[in-house]
């Protein structure tokens, strides 16, 4: 079992700053990719930023110089530092990796519960 645990949303002003994490536990032999990805109201869920187990990163354009993705493979944790906070960020924002359960297991998508990120003055 697998699961994915996010922490760090909340209420954010234009302008300023939140991280989230989230930490992947339970029966894990690998992790590929992971990332994040958000949906707002009424609107479809989107890629925010995505890390590999090789250090590759890739962002959507909407946040492309204003946030940043990072992991720590030891901690099996993935963060997203968000700066220079938008109206527009609002969303529920979801974990999501891609991970093996064991050697010879396929590797399938995880996804978390989802954390709030309000930005609001």
């Known amino acids: 079992q697998v699961q994915l645990v996010e922490s760090g949303g909340g209420l954010g002003q234009p302008g300023g700053s939140l991280r989230l994490s989230c930490a992947a536990s339970?029966?894990?032999?690998?992790?590929?990719?992971m990332g994040w990805y958000r949906q707002a109201p009424g609107k479809q869920r989107e890629l925010v930023a995505r890390?590999?187990?090789?250090?590759?990163?890739n962002y959507a354009d909407s946040v492309k110089g204003r946030f940043t993705i990072s992991r720590d493979n030891a901690k099996n944790t993935v963060y997203l530092q968000m700066n220079s906070l938008k109206p527009e960020d609002t969303a529920v924002y979801y974990c999501?990796?891609?991970?093996?359960?064991?050697?010879?297991?396929?590797?399938?998508?995880?996804w978390g519960q989802g954390t709030q990120v309000t930005v609001s003055s």
């Open positions: 890390a590999t187990s090789d250090g590759s990163t």
């Open positions: 339970g029966s894990i032999f690998s992790i590929n990719a």
């Open positions: 999501n990796a891609l991970i093996r359960t064991t050697i010879r297991a396929n590797t399938y998508v995880y």
